[in-house]
């Protein structure tokens, strides 16, 4: 049982970070958003594993709670609202794709520096883990400061708070259910703060580029 | 001992002559000296790697103060080995190149001083005699440099840069020489080594810090190397042989010396820091290796990246030094060592093919050379074997010395400290990176430069260089290859070099037959059989092709889509060759484009003739040195003002200057 | 002498599967295309009545070609003939074996591709130039995502010994499902692709010649040295398919020397080629061909892919 | 009304179901060519067409026609080809080419002319541009007559050039 558990742990963490990644790479405003979705279940399989390794209910329900939220409903929110021009794509990011994902690869082996103290101090399987999430915190943070469609800023600050979460479960099992209820619920405002915000922006002048908006001062 | 001192008498010998002797029996006679002395250093040299005695001897008369030890151990014979190598096909080369200008007097006599200054360099063992042998190698480059500038336009400037860069670079190591000097009991280094212990760790890092400076410039670290790709090709052929293969590599024994011998080592960061460098150094010298158009000034480029891959080996022997895995250090330091070695024998032969090419095409501008392989057939087989040796093909020395490095690099993971993990990604990804873009570099010098079509006048009717040239760079073309065929004969002194330098004990055979086989780890090759079985197929492709195919091959014009005319001009340049990856890293690059369009008299509308020019600068030398230059040029414009020439403001100077004194010291 | 007498017959195996297999493959990936676009398409062995008749050909060289002309396509083969003799395909103990190390391997290729670009270049045409630039500078980008892919598998069986890393992988095969392989075989499938210039990165069947980007290299060579140059790069991507397929998937590679262990070596790989096969097949069939200067996208992607691998294997050691 | 795309054809579909190509079993005379054996490569040469044959020769190769399956390629280089395909009345710019073509072929090489402009210079024959017909240049091996010939021809007459 516990090869699997360990097999199943590193997995999924490697599949968080592996989404972020994949969101530098692809333009495509969709897909983004699927690997989001992608991202969100791979988060809530490594809680659920923690949570029956540990048996801990709280941690099984937070869980729970991760997959529903990030795995299913904040993509679909976000979908619906890329759905208005389906062809919206990350045209011009600030930071040209081959030269963001070898930031990527930096930014992983800088969390896997930084964070080597961080592991030092226990050393256990999850523990060990921890640079992913630490990673997967600043690929998102670099995607939320180098796309310019509105909806990329939304999923790099969501990326963001996933590596945050990955990292809680990893290092101390999980915060207690009631802190992660706010943090996960506070996510869904943001984003449906920001998806009116995306809406009245594009009924009002057709372009969800944050950068454009700041010229057509009209 | 007697051999070395012997080689260094027959040294001065020639210069002397080269001072004395008429025009006509001149360069004969000297060369001859000079080639005699670098015969006498080698076996000098060979014999210490081999048999391992070390030896020292004070000789006092010469410099007034403190006269001037010399002294012999398996690192320092390594390199002089190394420059020896280099210095006999120099000198032999330089009897086929010798007219006009470099046969003058001071040519030929300041050439042989360049030799045995670099003779003299490895073996100074006390600081006077260091400084002094550094000295004279900076200084006699330097004349060498300008001693061409009548056909060269451009060597003034460079020859500018390298003085400024060089002496400022002898400054900071006469600094750290006198630093870890300071609580030493005498100058020797030996004495040095014994002093520094009593240094203080924030002492002992400004030492490293000054000497690395300096010698990181001559080895051409990034930061510092503007001077290299500016020089090189300004001076003549023989010279910058000597400069890209023995020069450069001077820096790199000052670092191992200093770092190792005197400083013990010191702490971790010292050598992060080199590797670094190194990798920096490695991936900036191939991307504009690839993209350079003009012949040498390509070289050099690739000079620095090679020079960039030895640092990072280099700093993985320090950082597995100091984190207590003495196999993996010598053995990574072993491979930068035999790296050094093949790549001084490789771009030697490049840079006197180089010179070669200049002097039967009268252009190093690749973009209009082509076509060689029918006119010139003995050089493109010599570039032809030292690019393949520089792209690191198998069985030849830069694949087996590559491959020795990547070992190293391996090993170091297997130890969990993270600066170690660190400084070996990097190395990994600079040596995969770096082998990419030099095969594009010298598969464009090899395809570009010698086959193909003849794109310019001079290279149309080019013709065979003189013998001694084509003897001279054959004679470096032979190491690259036994070194890569043989690697496990070199390997064993290698090892004592790098014991020495490490002050580890003696290594754990390595070699097995000709191949290599790294006993701890598990991972070997054997190129002579690898070589053996690629001859053995071709073989037998060639017999079957023979047997099947009955007819001779047809002459025919090259299928060109039915155009009628098949001009040179339709061919693939330098430029073109090497654009689509300077588009690829132009954010790296900066390639500065401009175009001029002159517009019709009549209208604006009809273009008369639109210009287009590109040019690569170097970034680092734009965004870096020329803002620092510029502010420098305004100081000096404010200072100007100072000096209005009335007495009553210099007096005025001096008193404040002591009423300064006064409060300070009270 | 047994075991010399298996290495032998294990790597004479090795140049006979690959070496016909793989001519043959490439005309399995061809039916596989057709059948998907709804044709009946050209026989599975078409490419090896292709080259016996282009044996029978003239030999044609151009003006200003010199040497290098006739000796590339010997030296692709050849360099491709030894590295599929030393590397462990069929079996773990071809002949000098201890030779195969990865740097050995990537460099042998290097060697073929840098004597197709001193071909294309060395018949002084405009197209010779342009495939020798593209593909060169392909292989340039693709090199760091191979070379520090095929490591991050080196670091974690220890050895940098092609075979070696079979026989670790074979031994705990857990690791083979590990992320560490996973992410690895990720970046080498896009490296294998780019260097073998299938659809993604450059379409082996295009006519039109500025599209071209290896085609472009050999558009000069005609009868026999066409059949060796396409034997040659036959055998390249048969090496690069099964070396990917028994560095991750390794199961049935002979580790004994006995008859059945090679007999279920040779099925397993020819098994394991025909599934890779059709599984780039269909990646051409489901994608166009990439614009030149949207590929550094992929291969840089591929080599985010590759750091991750080496960083999965600190984190998970 | 929102127009929605039909979903293509799954390739994985393509590969199980029958394939759509006409095969013609019996074989036909052999004109020339006889080592050529199952493996035929043309160089398409349009030294004047209308480009009507051009489409023709295109649905030969399609999937219903599929001259593939007999073993027949058009390749890029003539040095690969064994053969020219050539269409269309020879025009005063495409002499040269069209001799230069003709010269880069390995021999033995066969040419092929297809359609009414290639085989005796068809309607086009007297237009000011036209210098003459593809038999002033060389004796083509086979003709396809028709303007434009049905794929059928096509397929059947390149099939009989040792096609299988």
Known sequence: MNAAYVAALQVGAGVVLFCAVMTLWRRGVRTIVSLLGVQGLALGAVALVLGLHERNAALLASGGLVVILKGVVIPGVLLRASRLDPLSRETRPLVNVPASLVAAAVLIVLSYVSSARLTSLAPSVATRLVPLGVATILVGYFMLVTRRRAVSKIVGLILVDNGIALVAYLLTSGVPFVVEMGSSIDVLLVVVVLQFLLLSMRRHSDVDALTERRELHD | MVWYLLALAFGAAAALAGVVLPRHGRVAVSMALGASSCALALVASVQELVCGVAWTVHVTQLLPFSGVTLSLDPLAALFVALTAMVGLAACVYFLGYAHGPTASRSGVSVFMLFVLALLVVPAAANVMGFLFAWELMALSSLVLILSEQATRPRARSAALWYAAMTQAGAVSIVLGLLLVASSAPGQDFAQLAAGAAHLSAAQRSLAFALTLVGFASKAGAVPLHVWLPKAHPEAPSPVSALMSSSMVTMGVYGILRVGEGLLHGGNLWWWVAVAALGVLSAVYGSLHATTARDFKRLLAYSTIDVMGLVLTGVGAAGVLYDTGQREDARLALMASLLLLVAHAAFKGSLFLVAGSVERATGTRNLDRLGGLVHTMPTTTCLVVIGAAAIMALPTLSGFSSEWLLLQGLLHGFADSSTPAVIVMLLGVVALALTGGLGAVAFVKVVGIGFLGQARSEGAATAVEVSRWMRLAAGLLAVPSVVLGLAPGLVVNTLSRAASAALGVGAASPVARGTGLLLSHLSGDIAPLELLVAVVAVLAALLGANRALVQRRARRVAAWGCGREEQTPRMQYTATSFAEPLQRVFSDVLRPQTDVEVTHAVESRYFQESVTYSQHIADVVEVRSYRPLISLVMRLGEGARRLHNGSIHRYLAFGFVALLVVVVVLS | MTTTLWSWTTSLLQVVIVGVGSLILIGFMAKVKARAEGRVGSPVTQPLRDVRKLLRKERLHAHHSSLVLPFAPMIITATAVVAVWISPLVGTHPVMVSGADIFVIVYLLLTGSVAAALAGLDAATAFGGMGSSRAMTIGALAEPALLVGVIALAIQSGSSNLAVIVASTLHNSDHAFGPVHLFALGALVIVVIAETGRIPVDNPATHLELTMVHEAMILEYAGPELALVTLGEAMRLGLLFSLVANLFFPWGVATSSSAAALALGVAALVAKLLVLALVVALIEVRSAKLRLFRLPELLAGAFALSVLAIVMGLVTR | ?164
């Open chain 4, 1 to 164: 009304m929102r127009f929605r795309l039909r979903r293509r054809d799954g390739a994985l579909r393509g590969l199980v179901r029958r394939p759509i190509s006409e095969r013609v079993t019996e074989r036909p005379a052999q004109v020339a060519g006889v080592y050529l054996r199952g493996s035929l490569q043309l160089r398409h040469v349009d030294v004047g067409s209308c480009n009507g044959c051009e489409v023709e020769i295109a649905s030969a190769f399609a999937p219903h026609y599929d001259a593939a399956q007999y073993g027949i390629r058009l390749v890029a280089s003539p040095r690969h080809a064994d053969g020219l395909l050539v269409t269309g009345v020879v025009t005063h710019n495409m002499e040269g080419p069209l001799r230069q073509t003709l010269a880069a072929l390995a021999e033995p090489s066969v040419v092929v002319a297809c359609g009414d402009c290639a085989v005796n210079g068809g309607i086009f024959s007297d237009a000011h541009a036209v210098v003459g017909t593809l038999s002033d240049y060389v004796t083509p091996d086979v003709t396809i007559v028709g303007c434009p010939p049905h794929p059928r021809d096509i397929v059947a007459a390149l099939r009989s050039l040792g096609g299988r």
